[in-house]
């Protein structure tokens, strides 16, 4: 009898280590398990800063003067899989919202999936898709999925992410884009995929993909598949004075002292009296040391620099002649400034009148191009009586024999320090506007159409990658490499 009381005791205190040796190693501040709205908010931020000053040098809207610039100068290689890492986030998020059963979560990690994906495979042709990021199912070296079948899982997803979200699913926290609001995320999902839909516009004829009838479907039922309806919709990130959440290039050195615009972009602006171009910009230092009375205001003010010309003859217009318009001050010395815009309304306006244009939808094309113009006006403060008036300009008066070159150069001429590198997609797409090249543009004096794989996948993935630019490139990973979705 007394050993049974011995051996229970014995036991008693073992079970009571376990628990407190398991309580003990538990560490509070590593939580396993975290609520998706704590997940979201990183998210969003890393999704929807879509300000990109390379971008900006790339797409000629302007011009940097303190060195080259591989961006400027079309000496770009290899970008990175940085996607990948947001997606990592997503995944989580998406796993934990499945355990409680929190279906809005869910619905927004498939929004998520398809916009970085979408901007990879812009970046690169085939990229890891059915097998991405399932490394805990012992895939470490994923293979490279077809631009096309990427393409048509992202638009599956979209329409799976729009049919998940309902009010009755639950309330969304941590989004500091919406604040919850479902039918703005909506209005965002559907809105985005008419963007990719239209990227695709070289594959018409393309059955499995069949993207014509699948914008209409989308732009004629705003019941089921609502869309933007004006600014207040737009998908965009609003800065405030804090630390890490204020505009990106706030006290930028860069931005304020080797940074000036662009003179093809400074001449699209002035040939049309664009009033936007002094939200953009600042008149050229020999328009402020003659000091005419009104000259912030003049056209004449203004003047931009030679993104394909040698860093040393930029110089010597700036020093010597004065010429050159730095940015506009508040870019650099506003903590707030305007919104980061990743998908927004003017954009949606371009597309459905680039649609109606290609009979893909019937819809007045001139009136969206109007709206689509008018929105971007509003969006940079330009006053009704100044809109107006720019509307009846006669390069900006809609012209059916010049459609398609208007309306995406208007799109352009609203993307400036916005919507990442949306811009570049559409001129590759399209060839409007004409991106300047000079003797200071490399890549053989031509505007490159892709980037190389990073090197980390040809060091750790390289039976899959070569397949991938086998399959694309003839073996050949460059630059110059003319991905599917350019294929007519």
Partial sequence: MKNIKLILIFFALVCFGCENYETLTKDPNKPTEVHPSLLLTNIEVNTFKEISVNAAFACRYLVFTDGYSTSQTYGWQRAGFGGYSTLLQVYKMMEEAGKDNLDNYIALGKFFRAYHLTQMTLTFGDIPYSEALRGDEGIYKPRYDTQEDVFIGILQELTEANEMLDESKGKIGGDIIYNGDILKWKKLINSFKLRVLLSLSAKEGNADLNVAAKFREVYENPAVYPIFTGLSDQGQLVFVDRDDNRYPIFHDKFSTT????ERTFVDLLKARRDPRLFRYASPERRAVEVGQPGYQNSYSSYGGLDAGAYVSDNLDKLTERGEGSPLNPRYHSDPVNEPSIAVGYPELEFNIAEAALRGWITADVSEHYYKGIRASMEFFGVASDKINTYLNGSLVVYDEAKALEQIITQKYLSFFLNSGW?????????????????PSTQNGGQVPKRWMYPQDELDN???????????????????NGVMWICNN
């Avoid at 949306?422 to 409007?432: A, D, H, K, V």
């Avoid at 993935?461 to 086998?470: G, L, M, R």
Wanted: glycine share 8%; proline share 5%.
């Fill in 461 to 479: 993935n390289f039976e899959n990658v070569k397949e991938a630019i086998d399959r694309q490139y003839e073996g050949n990973d460059n630059i």
């Fill in 422 to 438: 949306e811009p570049f997609y559409n001129q590759r797409r399209t060839g409007f506007p004409v991106f300047v090249v000079g």
């Fill in 258 to 261: 080797a940074t000036y615009m």
